[in-house]
């Protein structure tokens, strides 16, 4: 006797010959939609119980027809978790899924092929099963398919196993069709209903590994205790916001509860895969995944195609048979070996973004994003509900992956879109150096609208400009390079600070933008130290003096740029003691949460002495979730007297020209020879050689060399447009590490000759400096100091 044979339907849905008379009013209180909703769910229940039962299935499903008929939807899902949240939700018609082609075919359908979809839709469910489906038709009438899964180990649907369920199927469609002839709704819910259908327990093989979970003897025990794991995965991700966020979820909730000895998590580039993040004894891991093809006939390879392989390590073939027939520490197979004659089980799930892991919608192809790679100590099973966690886990996995790359990908974008349209380096100042940093927000993605500029004047004026147009959008970077460009043209005309702003309102009303946006403009004549301050609703400058008092420069606020008001922009005039350092910044680098900076400033700028690029590094640190763009530019007036005032020569070399290296030496020979300086010629020389021939080979681009002496001491200056910092590495293992280290002498000359040096952002480039003592006369200072 059958199970469906031993186990009765519910009494009275059989037929319809022990329905009451409609007419009567305890039939019509019989045929209510409650009550036939109720019995719709008790029939379609009890077909899934013993379809599950009768096939050995992991989960069984009832498929009905959605109201508008274009659609499958689950109606009854049974099974043991977590199996049954792997079913699909709902499927077009035309769909290739075995539920679908029952219905469209009305006869058997049976789907062997993990993946049912063509390569072009790869990725639809990667968990490996096998499927048969009936159709429920009746009297004419069809509502839908019903439909079984079971783990791919569990052999081929037989004959027999073809007939029971097809007998099940014509029982449900006769008990449909008499439901629907007494007027009830043959449709499936708003979600389907889930109903536990518990079989026997999975054991071990002997030699492999047995991961007991929950409590033994008790059925679903196990697969509950794999959802809390599945459910912590999902919170966590939902709050990952960096790669080493996710890597360090997919530890905690994916290879621990698996007992997993490494993780690895890649993604798909340029035909290749690279290693994201690792955990655990990963090393043969990484070695074999990072870098490699696409193309290749390995378990990754194959995984990035949509199927999900699971490597048993036993001698046994993996679950996934017909895939994959590797033995581990085989090169092909990617698993590594532990050295030995251990054989390893290992997994490789496809991360598929963009899929949400109950209900797939059909309309389009889910992008594979890369493979989480686990390798585990030696032979084990995959019980079917590991399988359908490991799958969902991916799933949650790939989508995360794919989020934090595309919101990096966007922030890389925005960030290097910004730094474009700011100075690609600061200009040369007589009696007033600069330097300037921006840092992005943390907490946006999008480009920010600060920015910066140093405008030299022909009447020895020199215009310091800063400000921020409001918004992280592109439109705020787009009017940001607008008024950038028109405040820079306005001063090479000769307007003083309150013109230039009033006349950068006018164009800001013309560019058609609700968009509003505030200034900070400081003209210093650096011949009387006079600085004229002119504000369009920014915070003041301030100015740190010699002694260490920190003030801000008074001007009228104004209102911003944007606001069109008739009252005109108005300035104030400062005169600056030789000495001081003057400090423009936007909101970003004095955030609420954040030391005044007033207070910052007194008290960096006693540690960093008179280097503004020491002042500027720690006045502007990377604060972790800065919620705004931050901007700030240095200067310091070294006064009016031109027998104290530094001596600065600047030499340009365009890029790619190796040639120029030994102009720039000549350079620095002349420049140290005029300001009788050449005892420090030839380490110059060394050093400028080496620093230059290094920027022009490895950021690119133009390179500025700049010398300056002042008193006691001599700077010398190598700017580029790369923002990356130079790396002081002899040498690298690899091709990447390679391509971006300072090879050669350069970096080591500079840390063995000069008294100090180091390497700080400049505009969108970066600046490496060196300073060397002048003989005799650091000494005799520091005496006197003494």
């Known amino acids: 006797m059958s199970p469906e044979e031993g186990q009765a339907w519910p009494e009275g849905l059989?037929?319809?010959?022990?329905?009451?008379?409609?007419?009567?009013?305890?039939?019509?209180?019989?045929?209510?939609?409650?009550?036939?909703?109720?019995?719709?769910?008790?029939?379609?229940?009890?077909?899934?119980?013993?379809?599950?039962?009768?096939?050995?299935?992991?989960?069984?499903?009832?498929?009905?027809?959605?109201?508008?008929?274009?659609?499958?939807?689950?109606?009854?899902?049974?099974?043991?978790?977590?199996?049954?949240?792997?079913?699909?939700?709902?499927?077009?018609?035309?769909?290739?899924?075995?539920?679908?082609?029952?219905?469209?075919?009305?006869?058997?359908?049976?789907?062997?092929?993990?993946?049912?979809?063509?390569?072009?839709?790869?990725?639809?469910?990667?968990?490996?099963?096998?499927?048969?489906?009936?159709?429920?038709?009746?009297?004419?009438?069809?509502?839908?398919?019903?439909?079984?899964?079971?783990?791919?180990?569990s052999g081929d649907y037989t004959e027999a196993d073809c007939r029971g369920l097809t007998r099940i199927g014509d029982r449900l469609a006769v008990l449909l069709a008499g439901l629907h002839a007494r007027g009830a709704t043959i449709a499936p819910g708003c979600l389907p209903v889930l109903v536990p259908v518990f079989g026997t327990e999975p054991s071990a093989v002997a030699g492999e590994q047995a991961v007991v979970r929950g409590v033994p003897g008790v059925p679903g025990s196990a697969g509950m205790t794999l959802l809390y794991a599945l459910q912590r995965l999902t919170d966590l991700l939902n709050r990952a916001t960096t790669m080493e966020h996710v890597v360090g979820t997919a530890e905690f909730c994916v290879m621990a509860p698996m007992r997993a000895r490494a993780l690895a998590l890649t993604s798909a580039a340029e035909g290749r895969l690279w290693v994201l993040g690792h955990s655990g004894d990963s090393g043969d891991l990484v070695s074999e995944l990072h870098g490699s093809a696409l193309l290749a006939d390995t378990p990754a390879a194959r995984a990035m195609r949509g199927r999900a392989l699971f490597v048993h390590g036993s001698s046994r073939p993996p679950s996934t048979g017909r895939d994959l027939d590797a033995e581990p520490g085989d090169p092909s197979s990617g698993v590594p070996r532990d050295g030995g004659d251990g054989r390893h089980a290992a997994a490789y799930l496809p991360l598929v973004g963009s899929r949400h892991v109950v209900d797939l919608p059909m309309a389009g192809a889910a992008p594979i994003v890369g493979v989480c790679c686990l390798s585990f100590d030696g032979p084990r099973t995959f019980p079917p509900e590991e399988r359908a966690v490991l799958t969902m886990m991916a799933g949650l996995l790939g989508a995360a992956v794919q989020r934090i790359q595309l919101s990096a990908a966007r922030h890389v974008l925005a960030e290097g879109m910004q730094r474009r349209l700011l100075p690609a380096v600061l200009p040369e100042a007589p009696r007033l150096p600069t330097t300037a940093r921006y840092r992005p927000a943390q907490a946006a993605s999008e480009a920010g609208g600060d920015w910066y500029d140093v405008i030299t004047m022909p009447d020895d004026r020199v215009m310091l400009v800063l400000g921020d147009v409001e918004g992280h959008t592109l439109e705020s970077a787009a009017v940001m390079g607008q008024l950038r460009t028109s405040v820079a043209a306005y001063?090479?005309?000769?307007?003083?600070?309150?013109?230039?702003?009033?006349?950068?309102?006018?164009?800001?009303?013309?560019?058609?933008?609700?968009?509003?946006?505030?200034?900070?403009?400081?003209?210093?004549?650096?011949?009387?130290?006079?600085?004229?301050?002119?504000?369009?609703?920014?915070?003041?400058?301030?100015?740190?003096?010699?002694?260490g008092t920190v003030r801000p420069l008074w001007a009228p606020a104004n209102v911003p740029l944007g606001l069109h008001g008739r009252t005109p922009y108005r300035?104030?005039?400062?005169?600056?003691?030789?000495?001081?350092?003057?400090?423009?910044?936007?909101?970003?680098?004095?955030?609420?949460?954040?030391?005044?900076?007033?207070?910052?400033?007194?008290?960096?700028?006693?540690?960093?002495?008179?280097?503004?690029?020491?002042?500027?590094?720690?006045?502007?640190?990377?604060?972790?979730?800065?919620?705004?763009?931050?901007?700030?530019?240095?200067?310091?007036?070294?006064?009016?007297?031109?027998?104290?005032?530094?001596?600065?020569?600047?030499?340009?070399?365009?890029?790619?020209?190796?040639?120029?290296?030994?102009?720039?030496?000549?350079?620095?020979?002349?420049?140290?020879?005029?300001?009788?300086?050449?005892?420090?010629?030839?380490?110059?020389?060394?050093?400028?050689?080496?620093?230059?021939?290094?920027?022009?080979?490895?950021?690119?681009?133009?390179?500025?060399?700049?010398?300056?002496?002042?008193?006691?001491?001599?700077?010398?200056?190598?700017?580029?447009?790369?923002?990356?910092?130079?790396?002081?590495?002899?040498?690298?293992?690899?091709?990447?590490?390679?391509?971006?280290?300072?090879?050669?002498?350069?970096?080591?000359?500079?840390?063995?000759?000069?008294?100090?040096?180091?390497?700080?952002?400049?505009?969108?480039?970066?600046?490496?400096?060196?300073?060397?003592?002048?003989?005799?006369?650091?000494?005799?200072?520091?005496?006197?100091?003494?």
């Open 491 to 547: 001063a090479t005309e000769g307007h003083g600070p309150a013109a230039l702003l009033e006349r950068t309102d006018q164009l800001l009303s013309r560019l058609g933008t609700e968009l509003l946006a505030t200034c900070c403009v400081v003209a210093v004549d650096t011949g009387t130290g006079v600085a004229e301050v002119a504000l369009a609703g920014h915070p003041a400058p301030l100015a740190r003096l010699s002694d």
């Open 14 to 153: 059989m037929d319809d010959r022990s329905a009451p008379d409609a007419g009567s009013p305890d039939g019509r209180r019989r045929e209510s939609a409650g009550v036939l909703g109720d019995e719709l769910t008790a029939v379609l229940h009890r077909a899934v119980h013993q379809a599950a039962h009768r096939l050995e299935a992991v989960a069984a499903a009832v498929y009905l027809l959605a109201p508008d008929g274009g659609e499958l939807r689950a109606a009854v899902i049974g099974g043991s978790p977590p199996s049954v949240l792997t079913l699909p939700g709902r499927m077009k018609l035309d769909s290739p899924y075995a539920s679908a082609r029952a219905l469209a075919g009305q006869s058997v359908a049976l789907l062997a092929e993990p993946d049912p979809l063509s390569e072009p839709e790869r990725g639809a469910l990667a968990y490996p099963y096998t499927v048969a489906s009936v159709p429920l038709e009746a009297e004419g009438h069809r509502f839908g398919s019903l439909t079984v899964l079971r783990t791919e180990d």
């Open 571 to 786: 300035s104030q005039e400062h005169t600056l003691p030789p000495g001081t350092v003057l400090a423009l910044y936007s909101d970003g680098v004095h955030e609420p949460d954040r030391d005044d900076v007033v207070a910052r400033l007194a008290a960096e700028g006693r540690g960093a002495g008179a280097d503004l690029e020491i002042l500027a590094d720690r006045l502007l640190t990377d604060a972790p979730g800065r919620r705004d763009d931050a901007a700030l530019l240095l200067a310091r007036y070294e006064g009016a007297d031109d027998s104290a005032a530094p001596r600065t020569a600047r030499f340009h070399i365009h890029r790619r020209d190796l040639r120029a290296v030994r102009a720039a030496r000549g350079f620095v020979r002349g420049c140290l020879g005029d300001w009788g300086l050449a005892d420090l010629s030839d380490d110059l020389e060394l050093i400028a050689s080496e620093l230059v021939t290094n920027a022009l080979i490895h950021a690119g681009s133009d390179v500025d060399l700049r010398l300056r002496a002042s008193r006691d001491r001599v700077r010398l200056e190598v700017r580029d447009s790369d923002s990356d910092p130079p790396v002081p590495t002899a040498y690298s293992l690899t091709d990447e590490g390679s391509a971006r280290a300072e090879h050669g002498r350069g970096l080591y000359l500079v840390d063995a000759l000069a008294h100090t040096w180091n390497t700080s952002p400049s505009g969108r480039g970066k600046t490496v400096w060196l300073e060397m003592e002048i003989p005799g006369v650091a000494a005799a200072a520091r005496q006197s100091v003494e």
